[in-house]
């Protein structure tokens, strides 16, 4: 069974800073993975969905990167704005299954 | 090129009554997902469709939820006899009709359903 584990949880830092969520699973027989953003009380936007045989994808300031054969996903995000804060989710495709979501990392950036 | 729609965006209901949740996956899409959120937790899968079948329903309760995805029409996630336990943020995602796995998903704003 797939198992999906954010770290860290929670983190708060000041703007202008560059920060580095991370992504782990337990299964590494993955087609895909993708990291998601979600604000208080809304959807899910989709950031950056990396392939399998891919190493990681950027988009502006995003960066992810992805080591399937270690279980290992990371989030890049230079240099942080306060627009930047919500609540990061990975999550990784095993097959025709949907979607294993982690339990995200709430970013606060202070201005 | 409207995303995935779901509607009501806020639903309130007391303990007992039906809950019906709709979701209208982007244009071309023909596979749906249905995860919950519960209050300060992660989404979890609740059932896979495509048109006309269940592909997929491991993740939702045996007990009072149904989800159909009929030839015409939207998605349609039923929750019989609500209780305070089913009070949750209802997702919808959608992804294209190879149902690829080069595919991302695309998610809708949700559900509230508040039940009292």
């Known amino acids: 069974k797939q198992e999906v584990t954010q770290i860290p949880a929670a983190l708060s830092v000041p703007e202008g800073e560059n920060l580095v969520l991370n992504c782990s699973f337990t299964?590494?027989?993955?087609?895909?993975l993708q990291w998601f953003r979600q604000d208080p009380g809304k959807g899910l936007t989709s950031l950056l969905l990396?392939?399998?045989?891919?190493r990681e994808q950027t988009s502006g300031r995003l960066n992810a990167s992805l080591d399937k054969s270690s279980g290992r996903s990371t989030l890049y995000i230079a240099a942080s704005q306060p627009g930047d804060s919500a609540t990061y989710l990975c999550a990784v495709r095993t097959g025709r299954r949907a979607l294993t979501f982690g339990s995200g990392t709430r970013l606060q950036v202070q201005p | 090129n409207a995303g995935v729609m779901q509607n009501p965006r806020h639903l309130v209901r007391r303990r007992g009554q039906e809950a019906r949740l709709r979701c209208s996956p982007m244009k071309g899409h023909s596979h749906v997902y249905w995860y919950r959120q519960l209050p300060e937790e992660g989404l979890k899968f609740m059932v896979y469709?495509?048109?006309?079948?269940?592909?997929?329903e491991s993740g939702m309760p045996k007990e009072r939820f149904s989800a159909e995805f009929p030839k015409e029409g939207p998605s349609i996630l039923r929750i019989q006899q609500v209780v305070r336990g089913d009070s949750a943020a209802y997702f919808c995602a959608s992804s294209p009709e190879s149902g690829g796995t080069n595919y991302g998903y695309t998610f809708g704003s949700g559900t509230r359903l508040t039940v009292v």
């Open positions: 469709l495509q048109k006309e079948n269940i592909i997929d």
């Open positions: 990396i392939q399998s045989s891919q």
């Open positions: 299964d590494s027989a993955i087609y895909n």
